[in-house]
């Protein structure tokens, strides 16, 4: 078999007007608002139009920790929308857009791969329809009038000390996460430190994906606290009267995506909160509409499901009144190796043991998703090197933790090789079985929210804090945000915060360097060891092999 690569495949494909992909769903053309031929926006008046109508099965794909091997989180999602379409189901799938940070970084793009992708992959990688711009524009017009309001009086008597909103760039630039802004003399404004986050950890963007409408989004925009006084008294964004001006610049971002996958289904494909550092997942707004068109939508969650599959159940679903019906975690043999202390060298040769010394990390995702009350199965993502003994030993293993696993193939296949999976899939979801729930109470303490994820899911002994951090959160609660859920920002590699740690490590504590108040989004950011809110680019960087051929195509793009 000639190998192709992901863009290869892409470039390949016959996709179809974008307005017979909305009619699949019974969008009229006349709601679709083209970017191109082969995407739309879809208007918010048709999805005001369809909130009575019931919601269909929602089915979240999760996946273990990553490692260097690969998982193929996206891609599964993909080929799991496809192999539902294939056996006669009405699917939509709905997932994030992506980031240039990782497109020019070291992980890639975000659109699935191989026979398993959503098209137009190059424009999905690169701008898109510009959401992400909107976000980054609406982000520092607040920025840009929080100092020009200090630099004309400062009525509102903002201590400069004091000023929380840092700027956002949606490119990984390490030189940029502590700065000093205004130097060059009294016309260039009041000199401050600050710093640069990337657009995808930016509250804008947590709000966007969490809004209702506009008019929601408005709202939470405005209850940005962006400031505070001399005396502790927060300074919003309304204050600033920047909530309109920004909700102009956000009202096309904040109508969802259409595009397809290769075999023509619809796919959603809005927001991009990372999961490491924000919520991890695709909007609010794009899932519930899908739900409302579609009879199963299969959507995903940032990373492992001790990160975005947690803040899936503990902010989205809590936050939207979602709750999924079951939950795909997608799992490799490579990566259990890996978790097995293979070698990423050597993960070609078969290791049996290697693999069932990997799988605890694994079973430790199956048993925290179980605790949310929804059904799981394992999807193991098929590699050319797996080899039989090895997937069974990984079945055997799920089995002894009371789930199924499923080889997939849709990388390779397309929907045929995702065709067991989607069945499983679909009786799962019918059966009725999900009996879901976050994992805490609102009215439960802030602190005590961070130890319970700490401690039920990360299996940590405690959580690190000093005075000061512990001080912040009884302020927060005493001026009535100690409803709020929190939002775990840790690194993504391991269940401890250090990043070497794999398998199923336990007797860890979470230190929590830093806790931000998103007030507008509605959790608390909670920054554990050394995660970085604006992440650098590695030593040899994928934009180095990204380029234009000779026939002007795309080249690099993985």
Known sequence: MTYRSDIEIARDAQKKPIQEIGQRLGIPADSLLPYGHDKAKISQAFIDSVQDRPNGKLILVTAINPTPAGEGKTTTTVGLGDGLNRIGKNAAICIREASLGPCFG????????????????????????????????????????????????????????????RRVLDMNDRALRDTVTALGGVANGFPRQTGFDITVASEVMAILCLARNLGDLQQRLGDIIVAYTRDRAPIHARDIKADGAMTVLLKDAMQPNLVQTLENNPAFVHGGPFANIAHGCNSVTATATALKLADYVVTEAGFGADLGAEKFMNIKCRKAGLAPDAVVIVATVRAMKMNGGVAKADLGTEDVGAVRDGCPNLGRHIANVKQFGVPVVVAINHFVTDTPAEVAEVQAYVAEQGAEAIECRHWAEGSAGAEALARHVADLADSGTAQFAPLYPDEMPLFEKMETVAKRIYHADEVLADQKIRDQLNQWEAAGYGHLPVCMAKTQYSFSTDPTLRGAPTGHGVPVREVRLSAGAGFVVVICGEIMTMPGLPRVPSAEAIMLNDAGQIEGLF
């Not at 070291?106 to 329809?129: D, I, R, S």
């Not at 909107?134 to 020009?148: E, K, V």
């Not at 200090?150 to 008597?157: F, P, R, S, T, V």
Request: charged letters at 15%; proline letters at 2%.
């Open 106 to 165: 070291m992980k890639g793009g975000a659109a699935g791969g191989g026979l398993a992708q959503v098209v137009p992959m190059e424009e999905m990688n690169l701008h898109f329809t510009g959401d992400f711009h909107a976000i980054t524009s609406a982000h520092n017009l607040l920025s840009a009038m929080i100092d020009n309001h200090i630099y004309w009086g400062n009525a509102l008597e903002i201590d400069e000390r004091r000023v929380v909103w």
